[in-house]
């Protein structure tokens, strides 16, 4: 499949120091540009695995998909960024955090476990907390009710894997906000594939991982 070089309009309210930022922007270009010949045009997840780069491919509900980059990791956590300067902070498959779309994931805080984070089984009931910019609610909770559905066959562009599909339903009751998120993990509960909210106001993100991260 090929996928459009550009990635999401929207500013960047500042997750990097503006150094640390100007060189992975160049990096992001210097790495389209190989695989386009600089002509700006789509270019192919698997070239773009061949990059020395830690990449995911990125689509916001019905938008064009994008390559997504490593920029910088903070203990677990990894900090992506876009080409158009959106970040996305995940932990162990999860979005944790988003920077850069119109309404954000400020903050997401486990409590108690979590089968994402810990890779662990997934089943019972878990809950979190997260802050968002929409009305600038915080504290919000999230109740969270897992299933794992069995083995699928996931097409990594180019790499077939079968993983086992995790199902989230999960819950907002301070404003009645039901969404579903779904994993794609493998046996070491890697996730490979995911589909997840960050906002009551915006489309899933959907994101494959094209080359990982090795720390």
Known sequence: MVIS????????????????????????????????????????????????????????GISMQSLVILASVEGETLHWLTADKVTLSTRQGRVMATSGFPEDLLKTLPWGDDPILQRSPARGQTLRQIDLHYRSLYGLVVESDWEEQGLETVDTYGEVRTLNKVVERCRCRRFDWDFENTFWRDQRGFVWHSVQYFSPTAPPLQMRILKPYQG
């Open 5 to 60: 070089r550009r990635a999401f309009l929207a500013p960047l309210s500042g997750l990097m120091l503006s150094g640390c930022l100007s060189d992975n922007l160049q990096r992001l270009g210097r790495a389209s540009e190989i695989i386009t010949g600089n002509s700006g045009q789509a270019y192919d997840p698997q070239q773009a695995r061949q990059l020395p780069y830690a990449s995911m491919d990125v689509k916001l």
